[in-house]
């Protein structure tokens, strides 16, 4: 829109700092309003800065004396033009489209929060609010944290995952560097698609309900409903995985990527220790007389000056099949440990085909383990575990199992696993 003499007139009396408060608001208007008001009062402003330097620099020369006059002062609209630009800069922060931003909304277990600016926060609370730059990581094998991404979209991880909010064009972006995420995202108006970047993958998606299970080899894009664009970095692949569909995603272009419909829940599951990348946490041990499979506990800091002992099972990276929990079903564990402490399993859960529903531990006394150093086996039925907040239901009978972890405070201990199970409930004869 072409400026009008009234207009231009207006923007110099707002360079010289002749104009009123309302005359001031009016400038702040047109500037908002016409971008040619804006290219204006910048020429101008830039000008006046120059005008300023030579009038400066021709102070410091040797000057006759003469009558002293009315003059025109420079330095006056160097000033003026200063304060202009503090106004561009402010209306162009205002005009620019917000950035994306993600609000804490539960929260448990050890979790970390850091900042774009570097700054590190090792207590985060719900209502926290993370913004393009941060990072939030959950530090331990029991943590979640659920995110409020706004217009109705969700988002929660769990374990030992670490998420970043990225800066995407016309898109909310993340980046899943490693561990669980769910994700819920709602077409509403005027939110963005989510993308979300992984290792090895790029998943996108406007309305769709999926979760990832990511590795640094490997990306698991499981869709539960609507659709999700998955990019596989290694040669540029993508493909539409549509509701009940999963897509593996190998950082090697040499294996296969493609989308297969989600196989049918089973009851039962045991792990294959060296079932492949991602299926297990832990340090694997030489083979003893005893044990020809040992995976020790590899020591996860969850906190200042506090350490625990983790081994972590995932059902997806051993590529069974989803596992169904029954109201019978137990959890079985081979392995030793070395001193009397206390040993803690647990079991991350998520609804059949749906979102992440809660984690359950289960605390077995070092009585129950036998001698230290001598091999054991615990036996847990479900009712056994327990839920770790007073909101989830007491037992995730008819849930999805996604992981299991086991767990001790005691480094002396020398936790170690041989072989794990899950087993459905025993059938009356």
């Not at 340090?283 to 972590?312: M, Q």
């Not at 440990?337 to 079991?347: E, H, K, L």
Request: neutral net charge.
């Amino acid at each position: 829109m072409t400026l009008n003499d009234e207009q231009n007139e207006l923007l110099l009396r707002y360079l010289d700092g002749s104009l009123d408060p309302g005359g001031q608001a009016e400038v702040g208007e047109l500037l908002r309003d016409n971008a040619e008001a804006r290219a204006f009062l910048r020429t101008v402003a830039e000008q006046a800065v120059v005008v300023a330097d030579v009038e400066r620099l021709d102070q410091h020369k040797p000057q006759p004396a003469r009558a002293v006059a009315p003059v025109f002062r420079p330095w006056k609209w160097a000033v003026a033009a200063a304060a202009a630009f503090v106004l561009l800069a402010a209306f162009v922060i205002a005009s620019a489209p917000p950035k994306h931003m993600a609000k804490v909304s539960d929260i448990l277990g050890p979790c970390q929060y850091i900042a774009a600016d570097g700054k590190v926060q090792d207590e985060v609370k719900v209502g926290t609010v993370l913004r393009v730059g941060d990072t939030i990581r959950t530090r331990s094998s029991r943590a979640w944290v659920k995110l409020d991404l706004n217009g109705g979209s969700l988002m929660t991880i769990a374990g030992r995952s670490r998420l970043r909010l990225l800066n995407v064009d016309d898109r909310r972006g993340f980046q899943l560097a490693s561990g669980n995420l769910w994700a819920s995202v709602a077409q509403s108006a005027g939110a963005k698609p989510v993308s979300i970047q992984t290792p090895t993958a790029t998943v996108e998606a406007k309305a769709a309900q999926f979760d990832v299970e990511v590795h640094s080899m490997t990306s698991i894009v499981r869709v539960n409903s609507g659709t999700a664009n998955v990019l596989r970095l290694a040669d540029g692949q993508a493909a539409d995985i549509v509701a009940d569909h999963q897509a593996v995603v190998s950082a090697r272009r040499s294996r296969p990527f493609a989308v297969a419909r989600q196989p049918e829940p089973v009851n039962e599951w045991s792990c294959r220790l060296i079932a492949g990348s991602g299926s297990v946490f832990g340090k694997w041990l030489p083979p003893d007389e005893k044990n020809s499979v040992r995976l020790g506990a590899a020591p996860l800091l969850i906190g200042k000056k506090t350490t625990v002992y983790v081994t972590n099972f995932s059902v997806q990276c051993s590529g069974s099949p989803p596992v169904l929990i029954e109201s019978g079903s137990r959890v079985r564990i081979h392995g030793t440990t070395r001193t009397d402490s206390p040993v803690y399993f647990g079991i991350t859960t998520q609804r059949i085909k749906g979102v992440f529903f809660g984690k359950y531990t289960a605390k077995v006394e070092a009585g129950a383990l036998g001698q230290a150093g001598e091999p054991w086996q615990v036996e847990l039925p479900l009712s056994r575990f327990k839920p770790e907040t007073q909101h989830q239901p007491g037992s995730p009978t008819g849930k999805e199992l996604a992981d299991i972890w086991i767990v001790s405070t005691d480094e002396s201990a020398e936790l170690e696993i041989h072989r794990l199970e899950f087993l459905p409930g025993e059938v009356d004869r």
